[in-house]
């Protein structure tokens, strides 16, 4: 029976060809700019750790000023050099890494290579182990390297093979800002999407091409970027290239495999503002926070707006184009009320006509959903042309392209539903007569 | 023409009446907003910054192995170091003025604080107004051709330098317009005190520029866009950046000069590709989001409006197919071809006037749920007219076709039989 309807179908759509381009056209417009802002969303609100994001957490405590205080205010965004060493050395969590980010000029010693900056991370020992950073060569340093400003660096890939020819770089030394470091360790392909641990150096893909230890960052005085916010007398300190004690500029980020941890270490950044309040440094009462991964994104609205707004449009737009398409096929199957009388008449149940309507309708779909997938790649690539930060990561993966087909036939299939069952209703006596 | 054939003749085809005047509501609903969105964001994309945008550019370099600003003897030769790239870049040919400063407007890296009139104090206290400064010295004005409406300009005496991160009393500024009408609503800055970042030292404002942008084009500035306050400080660091403004026509000579010019005065500094960048890079760059949006929704609203007028055309064409015979049968008892064309044209503008009044209501709807959830401001009424207008003039222009085919049905039509 299915082949026959549609055979049927096919007979019925090619009688009117401009109608049924317009309505498969409208269709694969609908899907293809409501797939392409969908991918765009899926991407960017994606998981940058899968599998490991739920245990790995972000405390923040709150040493400021009492002035400004009112309950329920969040505590800054990041910590203290004072606070970040502290909670680092108390190792209260599984693993912990403290961290900033800044940008180093890297002098080549080939000479045909003109000096660069790079993208760097300073940060401690457990940072690889804890986010599970792939080693193409060698490994991270050691927490003894940390406290001895040791001139370690690990680089990306990108790096060993744009300085190196992808050749195994461990042990050789690479000279930054003015200093020799040794190469310990390469990374293979390796970046969170969204950039989760340091959202003020670029919410998406600013992949950092060498790590090193922040202790070697503070004794070598190298360049910081990210945000830093003071209060007080802030903004002040000695002359020091480092902000002053009264800024936050640092994120620590800490491993706490089960919720029995995570309470404990809850309780412990509650004890250890209380012991800081009575050292006379925090005059607030304990304000902690502590938020997984992706409870952090959420909290910081990683997802730009206006991609939310463009989903909701494309939506919209898919809605006009399903109304348009059903508004057509209803008209089409209306008209065709003599020919369905004639079955009707001939003995064709009301379920056999409403069958054959919907393969009519799903095949609109299918071809529909086929061009809007075409339409939703290029415009994939079209976002992808653009360089803001996250546009390269736009690409359609296998659950995406899924949805797209199941959207478009559900959607179609939908569409269809009203005027098949409209046109079903027609009273095959009255029909006959009136031809 | 009397309207009751017509309503009756539709009250037959609910199904398509309704679904044709709710696809009309949706696209006057989302198209008004979006035309909305981008006004806005051309508006925005559009706003000047106050600067002589056509002729300046920027150089943001390093020194490797500089000596650090820990120490006062590190900021005396930074300084130096500073003072000689300076004389070097105000020494060639074609270059009206430089100044070192710490950012510019759009740049999107700022140093962001408060003013108050109280001494002490604090960011985030009611009675402060946010900032951005600029750190720059007495050239600001010719070589950002910035404009003077107020006070006098700073001068070689204002000038001080202090390591990057050293807070420092701050004995002057200028501040924009914005910032002094915000200050001082009756207009008599120009010789006030104002306390800047909840410092006790008093900072006299000696004079007030015209209009002048803050770094930050997000929205985390938008409540501060014209807040900017000028402190003639040098910064001295391992990096430093220079605005340069050169005659006009000449930006590009200058800028390839600039790069071998600074390693012949120091060798022991990084400049790359990004290092000299004229300001209409950085305006492109600061804006790429929002002219991206504005061509989408562009893109979108034409294609909208295509698909909704190529739906009219398509049912329209069916209702003339399927009411050839009866159109035949109004011809033979004497109507004239307009009367048929007029017939067509009054459905289409009662089914579209339905529409509207629905799309109306719904973009209202819209409008205020997009308030709610977004940055976005009422949309004013002109828009929406506008639309309804565009719409029902739309609606006109996909039916003119098949209406016309319809008058074409010859009287004789109705003597046949299919």
């Not at chain 1, 965004?77 to 912990?96: E, F, P, S």
């Not at chain 1, 098949?420 to 009273?427: D, G, N, S, Y």
């Not at chain 2, 070097?88 to 430089?98: K, N, T």
Request: one cysteine or more; glycine letters at 10%.
């Amino acid at each position: 029976m299915f082949g026959y309807y549609l055979d049927l179908a096919l007979r019925s759509l090619k009688r009117n060809k401009a109608l049924t381009a317009l309505m498969v056209l409208a269709i694969a417009l609908g899907i293809g700019a409501s797939m392409t802002t969908l991918t765009v969303l899926h991407v960017l609100s994606g998981d940058p750790l899968p599998g490991r994001s739920g245990e790995i957490y972000y405390p923040q405590v709150d040493p400021q000023d009492v002035r400004g205080m009112y309950p329920g205010k969040e505590p800054p965004m990041q910590l203290t050099l004072i606070d970040g060493m502290n909670l680092l050395h108390a190792k209260r969590a599984d693993r912990q890494a403290l961290m900033t980010g800044g940008e180093v000029p890297v002098q080549p010693a080939q000479s045909a290579l003109d000096p660069f900056y790079v993208p760097a991370r300073y940060t401690t020992a457990d940072f690889f182990a804890m986010f599970g950073t792939p080693f193409l060569y060698g490994h991270g340093w050691n927490a003894a390297d940390d406290e001895a400003k040791a001139r370690e660096v690990v680089i990306s890939r990108e790096l060993d093979r744009k300085l190196y020819g992808g050749a195994n770089s461990v042990g050789r030394t690479l000279r930054m800002a003015g200093t020799t470091f040794r190469i310990v360790g390469v990374l293979d392909r390796w970046q969170p999407n969204p950039h989760f641990y340091d959202l003020d150096t670029g919410s998406y893909a600013s992949g950092e091409q060498v790590f090193l230890p922040l202790q070697t960052m503070m004794d070598l005085h190298l360049n910081r970027e990210g945000s830093t916010d003071c209060w007080g007398n802030g903004g002040g300190g000695t002359g020091t290239i480092l902000p002053a004690d009264t800024c936050v500029w640092l994120q620590l980020w800490v491993q706490l495999d089960n919720p029995v941890k995570v309470a404990a270490y809850r309780q412990f950044l509650v004890h250890y503002s209380e012991e800081q309040k009575a050292l006379g440094r925090f005059q607030r009462a304990p304000n902690v926070r502590l938020r997984n991964v992706m409870q952090w994104l959420d909290h910081n609205g990683v997802v730009p707006d206006d991609v939310r707004l463009q989903t909701w449009l494309a939506f919209g737009f898919l809605v006009v184009c399903l109304v348009n398409t059903v508004g057509l096929m209803l008209a089409k199957f209306m008209r065709r009320a003599g020919e369905l009388g004639v079955r009707r008449a001939l003995g064709a149940s009301r379920r056999a006509l409403f069958a054959q309507l919907l393969v009519e309708s799903g095949v609109i779909g299918l071809v529909g959903g086929f061009g809007g997938l075409l339409l939703a790649l290029s415009g994939l690539w079209l976002v992808r042309q653009r360089s803001s930060g996250y546009a390269a990561l736009a690409h359609l993966d296998p659950s995406m392209l899924l949805t797209t087909f199941v959207l478009a036939l559900c959607a179609t299939v939908l569409a269809g539903l009203l005027p098949a069952w409209r046109a079903c209703q027609i009273a095959p006596a009255l029909q006959l007569k009136s031809n | 023409m009397k309207l009751h054939p017509i309503l009756a003749a539709l009250r037959k085809h609910k199904a398509g009446t309704v679904l044709i005047a709710l696809q009309i509501a949706l696209t006057l609903a989302i198209v008004c907003n979006a035309v909305f969105i981008i006004g806005q964001r051309i508006q925005r994309v559009h706003r000047p910054t106050g600067l002589d945008e056509g002729n300046l550019f920027l150089v943001s370099q390093q020194w490797v192995g500089a000596p650090s600003a820990d120490s006062a003897d590190g900021v005396e030769k930074l300084d130096a170091m500073q003072r000689e790239d300076l004389a070097a870049l105000r020494q060639l040919p074609d270059v009206v003025s430089v100044a070192p400063i710490n950012s510019v407007p759009l740049l999107n890296s700022s140093w962001t604080g408060s003013v108050s009139l109280k001494p002490g104090a604090e960011i985030g206290d009611k009675t402060g107004t946010r900032t951005a400064y600029y750190f720059t010295d007495e050239q600001v004005f010719p070589a950002l051709g910035l404009k003077l409406v107020a006070g006098r300009a700073f001068n070689a005496g204002d000038v001080q330098h202090q390591g990057f991160r050293d807070n420092r009393p701050r004995p002057v500024a200028i501040i924009t317009k914005a910032l002094a009408d915000k200050l001082y609503p009756k207009g008599h800055a120009v010789g006030q005190v104002m306390y800047s970042d909840g410092s006790s030292a008093p900072t006299t404002i000696v004079g007030v520029v015209e209009r002048m942008q803050i770094p930050s084009s997000s929205s985390f500035g938008s409540s501060f866009v014209w807040n900017s306050t000028l402190i003639p400080t040098r910064l001295d660091a391992n990096f430093a950046r220079y605005a340069v403004r050169t005659r006009p026509g000449q930006l590009d000579a200058v800028m390839h000069a600039v790069t071998p010019l600074l390693y012949k005065v120091n060798p022991l500094r990084v400049l790359d590709d990004d290092s000299v960048r004229p300001f209409s890079d950085i305006r492109a760059k600061a804006y790429r989001a929002d002219v991206g949006m504005a061509v989408l929704m562009g893109v979108i609203c034409l294609i909208l409006i295509a698909v909704t007028a190529a739906g009219i055309v398509g049912l329209t064409s069916f209702w003339v197919g399927q009411r050839h015979k009866q159109i035949g049968v109004r011809r033979a008892l004497g109507a004239r071809k307009v009367d048929i064309l007029h017939y067509f044209q009054i459905e289409n503008l009662l089914i579209a006037g339905a529409g509207v009044v629905l799309g109306v209501l719904l973009a209202l709807g819209l409008n205020l749920w997009l308030m709610s959830h977004y940055e976005m401001t009422r949309i004013p009424l002109p828009y929406v007219l506008a639309g309804v207008l565009a719409m029902l003039a739309i609606g006109q222009a996909a039916v003119f076709v098949p209406a016309r085919r319809a008058s074409n049905v010859p009287p004789v039509e109705a003597t046949r039989s299919v």
